[in-house]
């Protein structure tokens, strides 16, 4: 059984387009987040939710915007692609709350934007 | 606001041998996790080891061993008995206590190249 999965896996898309990338949590877990891993490896946080709030938004243009369905699910839209936006988006899921917790990661959706 | 610090870009290790990979963090906050997750050629993330600022013994798991040193703010992994399949990038991270909800800033990685 998958822990956390990410749909598509690879993304190829032209400038100016609009697509949505999707993360399922099997785990039982409150808390969600999507990070983004750029062309030098470096991973960086972008939201985070709980229990289906909005509780971190890390300085992500408005073109991007998640929506959490339910607890299970983060799901993320982009609007509007630019070249810089190739990466490789990471969603993960924890228990959450105020403690400290491991956070388990999907299997990342590589992004390429032409 | 807190950083984490991996100097070591890449390292080798001959198969069988153990290795350190560094990691320095930096916060003011006395709760925190350190975490070390192994990223292979095929890109998941695959968590390894937790230590938290609190806990008074180095963590392990299996060959993975974390040398905790709080007051020199050093998180450093131990790998021993290196396999072939140790060859990755190797990521530290931290997350902070309270309202954070979890949020994990990571270093830059090391790559981590494992000889027959």
């Known amino acids: 059984d998958t822990a956390v999965s990410q749909t598509p896996k690879y993304l190829v898309t032209q400038m100016g387009n609009d697509k949505s990338i999707k993360c399922e949590q099997n785990?039982?877990?409150?808390?969600m987040y999507w990070y983004k891993q750029d062309s030098k490896k470096f991973l960086k946080i972008m939201f985070s939710?709980?229990?289906?709030?909005?509780?971190i938004n890390e300085t992500v243009p408005n073109r991007f915007s998640p929506k959490s369905p339910d607890k299970a699910h983060l799901n993320l839209h982009i609007n509007s692609l630019e070249l810089g936006d190739s990466a490789v988006y990471f969603c993960?899921?924890?228990?959450?709350?105020?403690?400290?917790?491991?956070?388990?990661f999907g299997p990342g959706t590589r992004l390429l934007v032409l | 606001a807190q950083k984490i610090t991996q100097t070591q870009p890449g390292m080798f290790v001959q198969e069988k041998e153990a290795v350190t990979l560094d990691c320095t963090y930096d916060?003011?906050?006395?709760?925190?996790?350190l975490f070390w997750y192994k990223q292979p050629s095929s890109g998941e993330m695959i968590f390894l080891i937790y230590?938290?600022?609190?806990?008074?013994q180095n963590a392990t798991e299996g060959r993975y061993s974390l040398n905790f040193q709080k007051a020199r703010k050093s998180a450093n992994l131990v790998i021993s008995a290196s396999q072939l399949g140790d060859s990755a990038m190797y990521f530290c991270?931290?997350?902070?206590?309270?309202?954070?909800?979890?949020?994990?800033?990571f270093g830059q990685g090391t790559i981590l190249t494992v000889h027959p």
């Open positions: 993960a899921s924890s228990q959450g709350g105020l403690t400290l917790q491991t956070q388990y």
């Open positions: 785990l039982g877990h409150d808390t």
């Open positions: 939710y709980n229990n289906k709030e909005l509780i």
């Open positions: 916060t003011s906050d006395p709760s925190y996790g």
């Open positions: 230590q938290g600022s609190y806990d008074q």
């Open positions: 991270a931290m997350s902070l206590g309270g309202t954070s909800y979890g949020k994990l800033t």
